[in-house]
């Protein structure tokens, strides 16, 4: 590492008076892991890492292949407020790559999975930009702890309403700007104690990283509150869930390459290309951006949440829209959103997948079809097969299926961790499919 970078630091933390250090990651399924130093440990851990047992995490390492460390991003620093107490010394994070001991990145490792797709762009000359919507429910708890997860059913959409939850999304927006991460805006979601907050537009793996931070924050701040967040895509039957709608562009020598202006949809033949290749494979890539049984529960007609491989600019069942943007904005501005992701997924795959294929058909030079701007939740199997619009599956298990048969995941995952990822999300599916649920009991047990 860069001896400046390192001096860099060292003297933030003096400076902040920060006594630990989180050093975090995430496995694959997003969760965040962290392996806490006294400072006086952080210039050895930010020369030569810090050692783990990447067996103890999920789809990391087999037993006799264990050894693996831990290198702090220095650009990542940040103090965490939340862990801030008078009269304590401070507590900061790095987040980390993971290295093997031959001191190659571990390719199982989600940060680096993002990395290498982002080079395979930076190698055509693209960098790739990102704006997630990060949806989430809010519950109050009672005095013992329990979670009140009651949702009355429609909510407020972009009503003010200033309650308790108000102050609390205040207060993690207020915490992410001390951690040096801009959002967006927040609004109330349409249903009934649902809300987003929107992380400023911005380099993929900067927003993956602001990402992990943001629901980390949200959730420690909610802790304090008496509160529980979640990012469960559908906690309710017969109302909205919640997503991660993502925002992309490609830029190359800071120009907007998705941008013209002679097209009616200001869109170029590159930007077309990323469409077409993302609505080519987003079959076998959605078991990664909907990663959960629960994922499916959103993804279904009538919700707001498409499920119909097509593109559109003002049709939001549509899979990917082109919004509108103001005039004279239109070089900065010009983008897609793909509206299937959702909040329990792994940031970094979720992007590394959404990349990897738009790349494959810009190389391909794929030809996207023609925009559907009509309601797709109307149309039945006839309509949609003259438009040649495919569904996106409709559980778990299909998901995984059409992983298994692509090439796009097992290319960016890396044989092991493409089949461990298999493996654990197969087994989360078994053990849905032999559960008997409340839904079963009341529908069966008296009368049958």
């Given at each position: 590492m860069d001896k400046k970078k390192i001096k860099d630091i060292l003297n933030k933390v003096k400076k902040d008076q920060v006594s630990f250090i989180d050093l975090q990651f995430t496995d694959f399924f997003g969760n965040i892991k962290a392996s806490t130093i006294p400072t006086y440990n952080l210039e050895g851990a930010l020369n030569l890492g810090i050692w783990i047992d990447g067996s103890s995490i999920?789809?990391?390492?087999?037993?006799?292949?264990?050894?693996?460390?831990?290198?702090?991003?220095?650009?990542?620093?940040?103090?965490?407020?939340?862990?801030?107490?008078?009269?304590?010394?401070?507590?900061?994070?790095?987040?980390?790559?993971?290295?093997?001991?031959?001191?190659?990145?571990?390719?199982?490792?989600?940060?680096?999975?993002?990395?290498?797709?982002?080079?395979?762009?930076?190698?055509?000359?693209?960098?790739?930009?990102?704006?997630?919507?990060?949806?989430?429910?809010?519950?109050?708890?009672?005095?013992?702890?329990?979670?009140?997860?009651?949702?009355?059913?429609?909510?407020?959409?972009?009503?003010?309403?200033?309650?308790?939850?108000?102050?609390?999304?205040?207060?993690?927006m207020e915490t992410l700007d001390v951690m040096g991460i801009q959002s967006e805006t927040s609004t109330h979601e349409v249903a009934d104690k649902q809300h987003e907050i929107d992380i400023k537009y911005d380099q993929a793996l900067r927003t993956a990283d602001n990402t992990i931070t943001l629901k980390m924050a949200a959730k420690m701040i909610a802790l304090k509150h008496n509160f529980h967040v979640t990012f469960m895509p559908k906690p309710f039957f017969g109302i909205n869930g919640s997503g991660m709608h993502t925002h992309q562009s490609l830029w190359k020598k800071s120009k907007n390459v998705f941008y013209n202006k002679k097209d009616k949809y200001g869109l170029s033949s590159v930007a077309y290309s990323f469409l077409a290749g993302q609505l080519k494979y987003v079959r076998e890539i959605t078991g990664v951006f909907a990663p959960t049984v629960n994922s499916y529960k959103r993804l279904t007609p009538g919700y707001e949440a498409p499920v119909y491989a097509c593109w559109a600019r003002i049709n939001r069942s549509a899979l990917i829209r082109i919004p509108q943007v103001s005039k004279g904005n239109e070089t900065k501005a010009t983008r897609m959103e793909i509206r299937s992701p959702d909040p329990a997924s792994n940031p970094y795959l979720t992007f590394a997948v959404l990349l990897k294929a738009g790349i494959e058909g810009i190389k391909k030079n794929l030809k996207a079809p023609n925009p559907v701007e009509e309601n797709l939740f109307e149309f039945n199997d006839d309509k949609l097969a003259k438009f040649y619009i495919e569904k996106l599956p409709s559980n778990l298990d299909e998901a995984l299926e059409e992983i298994k048969k692509g090439t796009i995941v097992r290319e960016i995952f890396g044989d092991y961790t493409w089949t461990r990822y298999l493996e654990s999300k197969k087994e989360e599916w078994d053990n849905f499919r032999i559960s008997v649920t409340d839904w079963e009991r009341e529908r069966y047990l008296k009368n049958t």
């Open positions: 999920e789809g990391f390492a087999r037993i006799h292949e264990s050894d693996m460390y831990l290198m702090p991003d220095p650009d990542t620093y940040s103090v965490l407020p939340w862990r801030t107490e008078a009269g304590k010394g401070k507590v900061a994070r790095l987040i980390c790559d993971v290295y093997k001991p031959d001191h190659q990145p571990f390719e199982g490792d989600p940060r680096f999975i993002l990395k290498k797709v982002l080079k395979e762009a930076g190698d055509l000359g693209y960098e790739y930009f990102t704006g997630p919507e990060c949806e989430f429910f809010l519950f109050p708890k009672d005095e013992k702890g329990n979670i009140l997860n009651i949702s009355e059913g429609n909510g407020f959409y972009f009503n003010l309403i200033m309650d308790q939850s108000h102050e609390i999304k205040q207060e993690i």
